[in-house]
């Protein structure tokens, strides 16, 4: 077994994919719309899927918010220094909504953006 994907509903996908590749570097991978189930999925990330995990951004046709309820925690993502990766997401026009910096109770560097529907990233710097 392997992991796949980790699935997000978006309200706007056009968006959301631009978030994805212009600030945070990833890739479109595939795309479909569902006319029949008033959807479309949109497949994202570094690699291609047949070698790691990617993001499925599902719009729901109509649909324009979510509710983020309380489950739901982030993705991580590597980054080799958590201070640029900051810099450069914010130089694209993305949102830090936490700054690099030691973890609490620990001594991790990590920080956290935050995608346009509101998901959180959190940057976990790998030496």
Known sequence: MRLLHTML?????????AFYTEVL?????RRQ???EGKFTLAFI????ESEGAVIEL??????????MGN??????LAVPDAYRACDDIRARS?????????MKHGN???????DPDGYKIELIQRN
């Not at 489950?71 to 991580?76: D, E, M, P, R, V």
């Open 45 to 48: 990330g570094y690699q291609d």
């Open 58 to 67: 599902t719009h729901n046709w109509g649909v324009t918010a979510y509710e």
């Open 25 to 29: 570097g990833m890739r479109l991978l």
């Open 71 to 76: 489950a739901f925690g982030h993705i991580a």
């Open 94 to 102: 993305g949102k830090i909504v936490r700054e690099a910096g030691p």
């Open 108 to 114: 991790t560097v990590i920080a956290f953006a935050e």
């Open 33 to 35: 719309d569902y006319p």
């Open 9 to 17: 509903r978006v309200g706007d996908l056009d968006r959301s994919i």
